[in-house]
């Protein structure tokens, strides 16, 4: 089956750094990938996509890789803020298939 | 409002009765998804609807599920003879994307509602 896989349940950073998550993917390329934030009780916000040919994407202090040999995106926030927890998911997409959802990472930043 | 709108944000009801959640998506557009998100867990695709097309309907997990949408307007969830394995929060969520495109499409979600079955 094809599969997205966030390999992190949880992770705690000191405020000030870098926080990097990370997706992978099995069994095919998919042709997109998304990241969403979600706050506890609301429904999850669209971040950032990133097309598989493209390397590299930004937006203000995020920043989403997308390396189509290790089947793999990262997601990096820098200078991380306590504002910045919340859970982060990402999913991939084709032009043809349906949605599919990673389980998530618990993001904490530590003051 | 500008954004998806769910109701009832919340929904406590017996095993065995039926539901009814709604979802009135973001005018203009085509696209319209369920999920479900169990506690602690990711989505879980439901059903898709795109336009006038007929539905994907690949993740609904059983016939007491079912999901309608008239145009590009509200959808309605339904469970029939609810079992306490239902119990979640439901996300509806909208794009501006056509069928061929809607790997590339931003989904702006509503907060859910959320099922509790007794």
């Known amino acids: 089956s094809q599969k997205i896989e966030q390999n992190s349940e949880a992770l705690n950073i000191q405020e000030g750094k870098t926080a990097t998550l990370t997706c992978n993917y099995t069994n095919y390329s998919p042709a997109y990938l998304q990241w969403y934030r979600q706050d506890p009780g609301r429904g999850p916000v669209f971040l950032l996509l990133i097309r598989e040919n493209e390397k590299e994407k930004r937006k203000e202090r995020l920043k989403v890789t997308f390396d189509t040999t290790l089947k793999q995106s990262l997601f990096h926030i820098t200078a991380s803020q306590p504002a910045d927890s919340a859970t982060y998911l990402c999913?991939?997409?084709?032009?043809?298939?349906?949605?599919?959802f990673g389980s998530g990472t618990r993001l904490s930043i530590r003051p | 409002g500008a954004g998806v709108s769910q109701s009832p944000s919340n929904k406590v009801t017996e095993k065995g009765k039926d539901v009814e959640l709604r979802c009135d998506p973001i005018?203009?557009?085509?696209?319209l998804y369920w999920y479900r998100q169990r506690l602690g867990q990711g989505l879980e695709f439901l059903i898709y609807f795109q336009g006038n097309s007929a539905p994907d309907k690949s993740g609904l997990p059983s016939d007491r599920f079912s999901a309608e949408r008239t145009g590009e307007s509200v959808s309605t969830l339904t469970i029939q003879r609810t079992q306490q394995e239902d119990s979640a929060v439901y996300l509806c969520a909208s794009s501006g994307g056509t069928g061929e495109a809607r790997g590339n499409q931003p989904q702006h979600f509503g907060d859910g509602t959320r099922l509790s079955i007794l």
């Open positions: 005018s203009g557009h085509t696209a």
């Open positions: 999913a991939r997409g084709s032009s043809a298939s349906k949605i599919i």
